[in-house]
């Protein structure tokens, strides 16, 4: 996030930019190799947003497409050598032809099966730590590793309302974030755009602090930034 952070920060020069986004590349390749899919969509996520949202010459984001463009022909054109030598690549393959053996699949239409099984499932859902149960595993580890998914299958719609208003209250901030880029923004929006969708994968009900302390600390910071511009 800090790499993220720096590429869009106005007070970079384009040595440190590019720097940056080098760095990024690095890491992403280094997650492929050890396989780690959550993280790699996280950072692929956190990316497009900020880059999306950031105020920028045009300029500079049309030469971040055209680095990107170039990185993605480069995989293309080498498939076969990154396939067989990065590891993301098999465990994505792993996800459809059901070899996967963090069965992810399996927890997240098991999540949502739970959630939607009765209106008093979908509503208050089915009860906390319940989700074992329902899929008859009653060993350790046996949770929808998704968050979201696990309060809606074990707390309801109604435990997910507060957690979409804060959603919605770091939309808002985003929008008005792209007034300005300043190195703030970058780093806060980053890290609480990064949790967010990396606990999507690997996060349930006892480590969803971790995602909210961020996006609050993105609310408030954000918040005290535009205050001050204003």
């Not at 940056?20 to 492929?32: K, N, R």
């Not at 792993?94 to 999540?111: H, N, P």
């Not at 880029?181 to 606990?199: C, E, K, P, W």
């Amino acid at each position: 996030m800090f790499f993220i952070s720096q590429l869009f920060s106005y007070k970079n020069s384009s040595i440190r930019r590019l720097e940056s986004f080098i760095f990024i590349i690095g890491i992403i390749l280094v997650m492929s190799l050890v396989g780690a899919r959550g993280s790699v969509l996280a950072i692929l996520f956190t990316f497009l947003v900020i880059f999306l949202i950031a105020k920028q010459m045009r300029l500079f984001k049309i030469t971040i497409m055209a680095l990107l463009v170039f990185a993605v022909s480069m995989v293309i054109i080498n498939i076969d050598f990154f396939f067989e030598n990065l590891t993301i690549f098999h465990r994505f393959q792993s996800l459809s032809d059901g070899s996967d053996s963090s069965k992810r699949i399996f927890l997240f239409t098991s999540a949502f099966d739970m959630w939607t099984s009765s209106p008093s499932n979908f509503i208050f859902g089915g009860g906390i730590s319940t989700f074992p149960s329902y899929i008859n595993k009653h060993s350790a580890g046996w949770y929808p590793h998704n968050f979201l998914l696990e309060c809606l299958a074990e707390g309801g719609i109604i435990s997910v309302i507060p957690q979409l208003i804060l959603f919605y209250f770091l939309y808002l901030k985003a929008k008005r974030y792209q007034n300005t880029s300043q190195y703030i923004y970058n780093f806060s929006l980053a890290l609480a755009v990064y949790s967010l969708i990396n606990f999507q994968f690997i996060g349930g009900i006892l480590t969803m602090w971790n995602p909210f302390f961020f996006i609050l600390f993105a609310i408030f910071s954000l918040h005290r930034q535009t205050g001050i511009n204003e």
